[in-house]
């Protein structure tokens, strides 16, 4: 069987089923599993579940262990990548950036305990669910067979404080700092160049209510909190507000944004606040991704029956970042960051409905669009 990462071979059912019997044997193994407070379970050496204990099984809302026996975990937990090849879980491309199956490779490979941290996008019942956690593979012989204990630990929350306090503790501060500057030189200038230190300032309290504002959203979207208001939005103009006000920014400072030629004004109903923090989200990271005097520009379009809005910047985004743009946490410009492309999934997908998703080429450039 084909595959483009790990092993794709599997153990006959019978085979699993012997495992589990084999491993039933051991005296407390499951008093021992079963008071473990986090997701345990022990793998054959194709990556099948042959033994787990009760955390998982109440993660999954399955009664019995021989609903996932034979399974691999990404299978069991319902990866959105664990489908994509005839192999299963291991064998897509996305899987090489996978922390919980590169650990199990290399706990097999070394013979000895391997943990990471890794980032899971699961479907649960039907809309996509993101996941941080840390995943520890451990090698463990029986009866002459190799196992692998498998054990995972929640981190999302973890994650989710550090991100905000980095946002909190680097990111507006910059921008208050920026403000604070801006005051205390406001009195020494021509009064003919107020009017634009005056538009500099609102667009830095903006900024920084952008800021707060996102990460409220944020958390109410994941808790399942946010009300979505629905308005009738003209699309140039609504781009055309996007592009003003981000033309302040520190990270724009020698670049351009313009708005396609071929942009229509076309009519939708969305929920604007939402629809510009994603949008935001977009221009913000095209413009960290370009060079000074690049270009970013902005666009709405007809396509079908849908609006389309994208935003473009000339740089490409090379393979091994690309499978992981939209995973939480996962960020280029350093740990405790990650955030961005995140929101424009969850805030664009599961409550405006749309479709958030990017194209790349090194002779196009890069593009993020939401479909709505």
Same mark, same amino acid.
């Given at each position: ?40 379970? &022990? ?81 649960? $019942? ?22 692998? &204990? ?15 306090? $980095? ?71 609504? &781009? ?92 280029? $410009? ?35 669009? &939401?479909?709505?």
């Amino acid at each position: 069987m084909e595959t483009k990462f790990a092993p794709a071979e599997r153990s006959a059912f019978f085979e699993v089923l012997q495992s589990q019997l084999s491993l039933e044997k051991i005296t407390y193994l499951n008093d021992i599993f079963c008071s473990l407070s986090f997701i345990f379970c &022990i793998l054959n050496e194709n990556r099948q579940i042959v033994y787990s204990n009760d955390v998982l099984l109440k993660t999954l809302e399955v009664e019995d262990v021989e609903q996932i026996l034979g399974k691999r975990f990404g299978e069991a937990i319902n990866c959105r990548f664990s489908f994509e090849e005839q192999g299963g879980c291991g064998t897509s491309e996305h899987c090489r950036y996978c922390g919980a199956v590169n650990s199990m490779l290399q706990c097999q490979r070394t013979g000895f305990k391997t943990t990471s941290e890794c980032r899971i996008r699961r479907i649960v $019942k039907g809309a996509e669910s993101f996941l941080d956690v840390e995943v520890t593979a451990t090698p463990f012989i029986h009866e002459n067979s190799k196992y692998i &204990i498998f054990s995972l630990i929640d981190i999302t929350d973890r994650k989710r404080r550090a991100i905000i306090e $980095k946002i909190f503790f680097h990111d507006i501060l910059n921008v208050t700092s920026g403000l604070q500057g801006f005051f205390e030189i406001f009195d020494s200038i021509n009064k003919e160049d107020q009017r634009d230190f005056i538009q500099m300032g609102a667009s830095l309290c903006q900024q920084i209510i952008d800021e707060i504002g996102t990460q409220r959203l944020l958390a109410q979207a994941e808790n399942h909190e946010l009300i979505v208001n629905s308005k009738p939005i003209e699309s140039l103009a609504f &781009i055309q507000h996007i592009a003003a006000d981000l033309a302040f920014l520190e990270v724009a400072k020698g670049k351009h944004i313009v708005i396609s030629n071929n942009s229509e004004a076309l009519s939708l109903e969305s929920d604007p606040i939402l629809l510009r923090r994603v949008l935001n989200n977009m221009v913000k990271n095209a413009l960290e991704a370009s060079a000074d005097g690049e270009t970013v520009s902005l666009t709405s379009v007809k396509d079908g029956k849908k609006v389309r809005f994208e935003v473009h910047n000339p740089k490409f985004i090379p393979r091994e970042i690309e499978m992981q743009v939209f995973m939480r946490s996962f960020s280029t $410009k350093g740990t405790q960051r990650g955030i961005g492309t995140y929101s424009m999934k969850i805030l664009g997908e599961q409550h405006l409905g749309g479709v958030v998703d990017f194209t790349t080429s090194e002779k196009e450039g890069t593009t993020f669009f &939401i479909e709505l």
